[in-house]
């Protein structure tokens, strides 16, 4: 709209122009208008006029219309003109495009890293070989001096005071060092009673017997001795010897069948190189070391100076301890300071005036106590009374003691099922303490309350 109102304005001014230069006075006067204004503005002057007095752009003269295409040439370099100073003017005006600042962000602190210093190795350089400095020695002539002639003092002889014989301390005997499972006590044997003399036992009736010499053990076998043996027995034929049950290493081994005891006096007896007492033929070629042994006398090697169960004999007068007709190892009467075992009010020699275990045993189940905790008899020997039960080699025989004449070495009867038990135990009272008590059990029947000692001929 800009440019047609330039080139309109444009126009007027040069038609008004041209008009003066000619020297008439048109009627009509150009009025800077709107574009309605100058459309009906010429209609309004020619209409008074007549003829020859029409204004010239009614009738374009000849002129006019030669210069009519010079005309539009200017129009439209006019139009031309205006578009580029238009453009121009409009690049001058562009607003400049925004400068903006990049921003300005803090450099991140990273930690130096902490490189370990390099352990360089310290330079290995040779010791200098210095060589020594070879001097000759000087070479001087000693001097020849005449050798002085002293007379020799004569010096009084000292008074030396007369030596005093040296005493020396004897050497104090080193004390023994105490390993209850391997100490042994010799018994010279003889003739002593054997049977209850004053309870009246039916199964323990006296009789007179002669024993030769035999070597029995201080303790009662322990849980220690019988791993032991049990573990070098397996890996030398006793492949079924089993393992020992007890409160602690040191206290006696129990759930010990007889036949299993049986067998492992062997493997002690092999362990320390000595002869077997126990075979599986009266041949006594085949030494019993594995399986459920049926053996008698006739199958024991008396001579053999291996381990083996003690007769019900040697075990009662070992128990005796030399003491002739009492009823315990310490006499007729017994309290718990003296054995373990249960105590009763209702038995008249028991002293201990209580029922059960000694309360010192009673941590718990079985409620053994350490081998050798209570005083030995008179032969030196631990727990022949109480702590556990002891297997015997003999068969058990009802009519044990019968009157016969004196019995050399008996070993009881050749054949049976059930063995002798000896001694009492922690659950038995003290009548089951007495040494002619006895009882019996199945030779192949485990109990928690039985173990063993073992003895040795001579």
């Known amino acids: 709209m800009l440019f047609r109102n330039d080139a309109t304005i444009f126009l007027s001014l040069q038609k008004a122009g041209k008009a003066m230069r000619q020297g008439k006075s048109s009627p009509h006067r150009t009025v800077l208008a709107g574009n ?12 008074g006029i007549q003829g020859d007095e029409r204004p010239f752009y009614s009738r374009p003269s000849q002129r006019n219309r030669r210069t009519k295409s010079l005309h539009k040439g200017l129009v439209a370099a006019g139009f031309l003109i205006s578009a580029v100073s238009g453009y121009l003017l409009g690049l001058n005006h562009r607003l400049p495009a925004p400068q903006l600042a990049a921003p300005q962000l803090p450099a991140p602190q990273l930690p130096a890293p902490q490189l370990p210093a390099p352990q360089l190795p310290a330079p290995q350089l040779p010791a200098p070989q210095l060589a020594a400095p070879q ?3 000087p070479q001087l002539a000693a001097p020849q001096l005449p050798a002085p002639q002293l007379a020799a003092p004569r010096l009084p002889a000292p008074q030396l005071p007369a030596p005093q014989p040296r005493l020396t301390a004897k050497p104090r005997a080193a004390a023994p060092v105490v390993k209850p499972e391997t100490q042994y006590v010799t018994l010279k044997g003889g003739t002593y009673s054997m049977g209850d003399p004053m309870d009246d036992l039916k199964d323990a009736r006296t009789h007179q017997v002669k024993l030769a010499p035999f070597a029995i053990a201080r303790y009662e076998v322990t849980l220690e001795l019988w791993d032991s043996v049990m573990l070098w027995g397996r890996d030398h034929g006793y492949s079924d010897l089993p393992a020992g049950s007890g409160k602690a290493h040191n206290h006696p081994v129990y759930g010990i069948s007889w036949a299993d005891a049986v ?39 008396w001579e053999a100076k291996g381990y083996r169960l003690p007769t019900e004999a040697e075990w009662e007068f070992a128990a005796r301890g030399g003491l002739s007709g009492k009823r315990f190892p310490c006499g007729n009467e017994i309290t718990q300071e003296q054995a373990n075992y249960h105590g009763s009010t209702r038995i008249e020699y028991d002293k201990c005036q209580r029922e059960g275990t000694a309360a010192a045993l009673m941590s718990s189940k079985p409620y053994t106590a350490v081998v050798g905790s209570f005083p030995p008899n008179e032969f030196g020997l631990h727990d022949m009374a109480g702590n556990v039960s002891e297997w015997c080699w003999d068969f058990y025989d009802p009519e044990y003691g019968s009157p016969v004449p004196l019995i050399n070495n008996p070993h009881g009867p050749d054949k049976g099922k059930n063995c002798v038990v000896r001694g009492g135990s922690w659950r038995h009272t003290a009548a089951e303490a007495r040494c002619a008590s006895r009882f019996n059990l199945p030779g192949d029947v485990p109990a928690a309350y039985v173990g063993f000692r073992v003895v040795r001929g001579l």
């Open 36 to 47: 309605d204004e100058q459309a009906s503005e010429p209609a309004a002057l020619t209409d």
């Open 135 to 137: 001097l000759a020695a």
């Open 263 to 301: 067998k492992w006096c062997n493997a002690l007896s092999e362990k320390e190189g000595l002869t077997p007492c126990y075979y599986t033929g009266t041949g006594r070629q085949n030494v019993a070391r594995k399986g459920m042994v049926d053996i008698g006398n006739p199958q024991v090697n």
